[in-house]
Every structure is written in structure tokens, then in C-alpha cells.
């Protein structure tokens, strides 16, 4: 699998000197309110040199590696990745135990964090992870925790790219908090307490493989026009969990297998894959928001629901099912 790294937009971040300590300090601020506290007690430790190394390099502001009272930032002018690699996890596995990692960078320059086949019995930790504009992280054959705290949180306005099977857990994942948000999810598992796809910028989740265990997951929608809309496309593999789809959200099935609950405020279009859910509840109100594919376009996958059918008020909820084997036996409009 290659990953390109492109020039996409972001959040934009101007007038300030990212070389000084005062304005790393402000950026967290703007991007990430709950490190307010965070950036004045944590001691914070700048990538300094402009083109690519690895994790373990002496190219840091405090002329120490990374450690666990230091919030990590690679946010320094050019274009380059940082690699946490075996090497790495092997021989300076404590430089893997952060507070927080913050990714960031110039209208001209992208920082890439790249855990490039790192293993999985020494993780990158830490309570957050912050990706910020012009900034990725990939994941390759690593592992990743971000579950220090309940709310310890990775918070994408950048891209993430998962693949060559890694292991990511998160306590919060957010798409589109603080920027545009991107989750590429071709293989290996996604473990999520509480996931946000959408918020005052657009989030995307792609998944093409792997597995998606998630507790409660929500896709936003605009609300009045304001904000940015969530979607997540499953493509295949396995996503669990509860979903909720808010203000005319949109999730998109074409193969794979979903395995969990719907809450319904949006669109879920079905056109291949798997379904299962022992109920399913579409609301009925005046936006008329659908299940399936409304223009006519025939749906593909599997629907397997239990219980009996139940139907009221089925003028403005809408369920289409097309091609598709039924084996349900309940469906509730409420």
C-alpha cells in the first residue's frame, strides 16, 4: 500500500513564528481547547531540524529524546516525515511514552509522523494526538494508545493513514473539530470509545478493510448550513458498534459487514455488504430522511434484523430495500 502525501488545505495558521515556544503554546490553545492546561504544565519538545529523520534522532529543542512529561511537536517549516521505526521501539522504547503529540505545519511545508513497521509490543502512548492542517500520521505494522485518560482523544485535522495491519486505540476519535478531517482505514483494527465523524469542519472515515470497534459513533451533519458534514464510506472489513447519525449525516455501505445499531437523523445507503442489527428505528419527520437509496438506484447488500414488523407513520419514514435478502422481522418508524 503507498500513500502519497499531498498539498491538501487545512486549518491555516499565520502570523506567528512557529519557532518559538509561546506560539506552540498558542496553537494548542487554538486547535485544541482542552490543552490550554496541558501546553503551560507540559514541557514541550520541538522537532527542530527541517528535513526527515527518525524518532530517536538528537534533533529536538531540548537536546533530549522524547519523554513522558513532554508534549511532542512536530510542526518546523519543509516538507518531511518523522519515523518511529524497530530500531526505535527496540533500543529507545521509553521515548515512545508522551503526554501528548501535536503534528501541524506551514501553508508550504507537511510534517508526516510515520510509524513505519514499528511492531506492536512497544506502542507510541499518549493522552493525545493532535493532526493537525498540512500534517498526516501513518501507520504501518505499528501500535498506537491514546487511552491514558477517558478523554484522551485523537483529534484529526489533518489525514491518518492505518495500513500493513496496525493496532490504534483511542478513548476519542474526531474528524473535523479542528480542520478538515481525514481517516483512511484500509486494514488491521480501529479500537474507539467514542468517535466524531464531522463537526465545524468536514470529516471523512474511508474504510477498505480491518475491523471498527467502536462504542458510540457520531456522524454530524450541518445544522442551518453551519459546520461541516461527516461521512463514512465502508468499503469492507467490519465495523461494530452503535451509530447515530445526526442532522441529515451520511454513512455509505458498498461491501464489508456492519454489525451494531443505527440511530437515525440522516441517510444510510446500503448498496452491498452486510447488515445485522436486531432492530432497526428510522424517525419519522419532515425531512423525510432515508435508509437505502431513494433515487431508485437498487441496493445490493443483506439486512438481516429480529424480532416483528412494526411500521406506523411510514408517510415520512423511509426504509428501501432492493435486491436484498430479508430475513428481518422487525422494523420500527417511530
Not at 515556544?21 to 522537532?47: F, H
Amino acid at each position: 500500500m503507498t500513500f502519497r502525501v499531498s498539498k491538501e488545505s487545512g486549518v491555516k495558521i499565520n502570523n506567528c513564528n512557529m519557532k518559538t515556544v509561546d506560539c506552540m503554546k498558542s496553537i494548542l490553545v487554538l486547535l485544541m481547547p482542552g490543552l490550554v492546561s496541558i501546553a503551560s504544565a507540559q514541557v514541550i519538545n520541538s522537532w527542530t531540524n527541517a528535513t526527515s529523520g527518525n524518532w530517536q534522532d538528537p534533533k529536538w529543542s531540548l537536546g533530549i529524546r522524547p519523554g513522558s512529561s513532554q508534549t511532542i511537536m512536530l510542526t518546523n517549516q519543509g516538507w518531511k516525515a518523522v519515523a518511529i521505526g524497530a530500531n526505535t521501539t527496540q533500543n529507545f522504547p521509553q521515548s515512545l511514552n508522551v503526554s501528548n503529540v501535536f503534528l501541524g505545519g506551514y501553508t508550504d511545508s507537511f510534517n508526516v509522523l510515520l510509524l513505519n513497521y514499528a511492531g506492536y509490543e512497544v506502542p507510541l502512548t499518549a493522552g493525545s494526538i493532535t493532526v493537525g492542517s498540512n500534517s498526516a500520521m501513518t501507520i504501518l505494522a505499528s501500535a498506537v494508545n491514546v487511552t491514558n485518560t477517558g478523554n484522551s482523544r485523537l483529534e484529526v485535522g489533518g489525514t491518518v493513514n492505518q495500513g500493513e495491519f496496525p493496532a490504534v486505540n483511542t478513548s476519542i476519535l474526531s474528524l473535523g473539530n479542528i480542520g478538515p478531517g481525514i481517516y483512511n482505514l484500509t486494514n488491521g483494527t480501529l479500537t474507539v470509545v467514542t468517535g466524531y465523524v464531522g463537526g465545524a469542519f468536514t470529516g471523512q472515515l474511508n474504510q477498505y478493510g480491518g475491523y471498527n470497534s467502536v462504542s458510540t459513533l457520531r456522524i454530524m451533519g450541518t445544522i442551518y448550513g453551519q459546520g461541516g458534514a461527516g461521512e463514512y464510506d465502508l468499503y469492507d472489513g467490519a465495523l461494530g458498534g452503535a451509530v447515530e447519525l445526526h442532522n441529515g449525516a451520511l454513512m455509505k455501505q458498498s461491501g464489508g459487514t456492519f454489525v451494531g445499531s443505527v440511530w437515525f437523523d440522516g441517510t444510510y445507503e446500503l448498496d452491498g455488504g452486510l447488515f445485522t442489527n436486531a432492530n432497526l428505528a428510522i424517525p419519522t419527520t419532515d425531512n423525510g430522511y432515508t435508509m437505502g437509496y431513494p433515487a431508485g438506484r437498487p441496493s445490493r447488500g443483506d439486512v438481516h434484523l429480529s424480532g416483528r414488523w412494526r411500521h406506523r407513520d411510514t408517510d415520512r419514514g423511509h426504509f428501501y430495500q432492493f435486491r436484498a435478502i430479508d430475513r428481518s422481522r422487525e422494523l420500527t418508524t417511530l
